[in-house]
């Protein structure tokens, strides 16, 4: 089994900066995707950004330019540095991870996002 405990999250004001961590302990042999995926109140949790083993990432539009996703596989562990926080980016953020395209993914137990207006 794979455990992935999350940190980093807390209140920033608008315009801010967090680094959300993601480390990952357990049976991590073969786990090539990692990712952040977000829930905010009301609304279904969504893909953030996604790195493969080998360093290949995705954002959503929504935080391009502001999100960065990266990876230590030394350390098992996945970083969100998170800039320009926006009112919008309010939501719990869960770490996943899982081995192929077609594997379901493993979670994280969520850090709180908040941002200040």
């Known amino acids: 089994q794979v455990q992935l405990v999350e940190s980093g999250g807390g209140l920033v004001q608008t315009g801010g900066s967090l680094r959300l961590s993601c480390v990952a302990s357990?049976?991590?042999?073969?786990?090539?995707?990692m990712g952040w995926y977000r829930q905010a109140p009301g609304k279904e949790r969504d893909l953030v950004a996604r790195?493969?083993?080998?360093?290949?990432?995705y954002y959503t539009d929504s935080v391009k330019g502001r999100f960065t996703i990266s990876r230590d596989n030394a350390k098992n562990t996945v970083y969100l540095q998170m800039n320009s926080l926006k009112p919008e980016d309010i939501a719990v953020y869960y770490c996943?991870?899982?081995?192929?395209?077609?594997?379901?993914?493993?979670w994280g137990q969520g850090t709180q996002v908040t941002v200040s207006s």
């Open positions: 357990g049976s991590i042999f073969g786990i090539n995707f």
């Open positions: 790195i493969t083993s080998n360093g290949n990432t």
């Open positions: 996943a991870a899982r081995r192929t395209p077609w594997d379901q993914n493993i």
